[in-house]
Structure formats: structure tokens, C-alpha cells
């Protein structure tokens, strides 16, 4: 079996709901507290051991890749004032040479298309899949828990979170079979169903551990929900052949593609850290 040592991060959307803020400006540079959401999940990948990261842009989002690259003027300058304090801030913003790739999504046509666009990149091994909107603390990385779970059964595994019935068609929606309260054998798949259709109650959030035979699925370039190329229908097509299981991971999931999600993992984060949590518990009660 193959260790999971790469991560592909669709980054081509547009963030329309974070308009005007997002003009000018990819989505995933916004900060939660002073980290902006990709390097979360990039850190988040390396504490499952992944190196190798394929972002999947479009326009406007050269931000995300120089993110990553040496900033010399501003490094020098900080040794030169002794400001280490402040340079070791930076150590999560560098990447290996050569450890992080690009490849443009040159139209959008759905997330399933975003990910047949890193085909190259990904060639035979299995991969991880993370939407960098959806933000995670938890103490152990949610890579690094579906990494496990893929260790543990030899195939696909996606996190999925319970939902409201009202919200199954915001997400891609499970039907389960076996399922230990921990770990769900799938059985089906569907992206985005009304609640009375749904066939459950359980969502796929957005980290994914996946076979690359999902590219040959996404290249049928069947249209499903939304007319769009769904990840979900060509993972569907992976059931009964591999083995694939929803994963609850531990910790908590932030939807920072909402205004209020991004507001609450904004509190959350700040809690979670010592420098902060003082801070923002004496302003809180301000606002009740
Ligand atoms: C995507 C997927 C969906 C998944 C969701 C998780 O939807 O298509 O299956 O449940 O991410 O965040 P999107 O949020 O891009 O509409």
C-alpha cells in the first residue's frame, strides 16, 4: 500500500460571498486571526506527513503560490533588526523547493473538473483533497486522521459531519451502510440533495483521501448537480470497487466560505491561542 504523501487544494473559486473584500483578492488569503485559511491547511497536510502540494488556481490567485515563497527583503531586514521573535512567525510560510505546484483551472466547471486538472500531478498514488474554506481545529490534523483511516481500511476515506436535514443540499450527502459511530462503510453518494431525497443525514466536509482511478472517473466530464463536473459522482463510481468510508474526525470544522462561519472561526481560533484568549474574553462580553 502507498503512503499518502500528496495534497491537491482546489483554489480557482471566486469568493463572491466575501465581496468587495474579495475584488482583488484571493479568498484564501484571508487571515483567521493572522494566518491566512491556505496556510492553515497546509499546515494542516504536513502534520499528516504531506510534502507535496498541487494548487489548483485560476486568475488572481498567483497570492497563493508566492505565499509560500522566500520574501528576501523582508526576511533580511527582520535578521538585521533582530527581530527572530518575529521571523520565526514566518517558518510556516516557506515550502521544500519544488514542493509546491500549479495548475490553472483555465473555466470553472466544478470541483470534480478542478481535481481532474491536477491528473498530472497526482499520476498513480493515492491523495489527499482539501478545501481550504472548510477550517479545522482540532488537535490532531484531519489529513492526518483520514491517513490513518486509510492505513487502517485500503482505500477512499472523506470526513463527513452530521447535518441538519434542511442543509442536505448544500453538501455531498452519504448513504451508509456499516457504520460504528466512528467510521461509515459508503455505500452511495449524492451531491447536494433536497432533504426529502437525501438518503441520510451525513455530509461529506471538505478533506478527502482518494485512489487516482477517481481521474478516470472525473473524465467521463458528466455533468451532475448544478450542470456542474461533481468530485461526488465520480467518487460515487469508486463504491463497490475500492474500499471507501466517511471518517467523523475529532475537533471542530469552520465554514469559512460563510460570513458567519469565518466571524466564528475567527473568536475560535483567537480562544484557542495564549497570547490571544485574555484579549478576547475581556472585550467579549461587550457585545452580548
Ligand atoms: C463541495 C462538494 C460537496 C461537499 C462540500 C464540502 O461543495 O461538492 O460535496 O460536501 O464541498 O464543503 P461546495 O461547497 O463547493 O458547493
Given at each position: 500500500m502507498k503512503s499518502l504523501r500528496?495534497?491537491?487544494?482546489?483554489v480557482a473559486g471566486l469568493g463572491t460571498r466575501f465581496l468587495?473584500?474579495?475584488?482583488a483578492m484571493a479568498?484564501?488569503?484571508l487571515p483567521v486571526v493572522d494566518k491566512p485559511l491556505i496556510q492553515y491547511a497546509v499546515e494542516e497536510a504536513r502534520a499528516a506527513g504531506i510534502e507535496q502540494f498541487c494548487f489548483v488556481t485560476g486568475r488572481g490567485k498567483v497570492s497563493l503560490v508566492e505565499h509560500f515563497d522566500v520574501a528576501f527583503e523582508l526576511e533580511a531586514t527582520l535578521k538585521e533588526r533582530g527581530k527572530l521573535d518575529t521571523l520565526k512567525q514566518l517558518e510556516g510560510a516557506s515550502a521544500i523547493p519544488g514542493s509546491i505546484v500549479s495548475v490553472r483551472q483555465q473555466v470553472p466547471l466544478g470541483l470534480g473538473h478542478a481535481i481532474w486538472c491536477a491528473r498530472a500531478f497526482i499520476g498513480d498514488d493515492p491523495f489527499a483533497i482539501m478545501l481550504p474554506d472548510d477550517l479545522v481545529l482540532a488537535e490532531t490534523s484531519w489529513v492526518k486522521q483520514l491517513a490513518d483511516a486509510y492505513t487502517e481500511t485500503g482505500g477512499n476515506v472523506v470526513a463527513v459531519e452530521e447535518v441538519p436535514r434542511e442543509h442536505t443540499n448544500r453538501y455531498g450527502i452519504l448513504k451508509v451502510g456499516k457504520d460504528d459511530g466512528r467510521m461509515a462503510e459508503v455505500l452511495g453518494l449524492v451531491e447536494k440533495p433536497k432533504p426529502e431525497e437525501a438518503p441520510s443525514n451525513l455530509s461529506i466536509v471538505g478533506r478527502y483521501v482518494l485512489m487516482p482511478e477517481v481521474i478516470a472517473e472525473l473524465a467521463r466530464f458528466e455533468k451532475g448537480a448544478g450542470g456542474e463536473i461533481?468530485?461526488?459522482d465520480g467518487m460515487a463510481r469508486?463504491?463497490?470497487?475500492?474500499?471507501?468510508?466517511?471518517?467523523?474526525?475529532t475537533g471542530r470544522r469552520f465554514d469559512c466560505g460563510d460570513k458567519a462561519g469565518y466571524l466564528e472561526?475567527?473568536?475560535?481560533?483567537a480562544l484557542s491561542r495564549p497570547d490571544m484568549a485574555d484579549k478576547v474574553r475581556a472585550f467579549l462580553p461587550n457585545y452580548r
Open positions: 500528496k495534497a491537491v487544494l482546489p468587495p473584500a474579495t475584488k479568498k484564501e488569503m461533481q468530485l461526488t469508486l463504491i463497490g470497487r475500492q474500499p471507501f468510508h466517511g471518517l467523523r474526525c472561526a475567527q473568536l475560535a481560533f
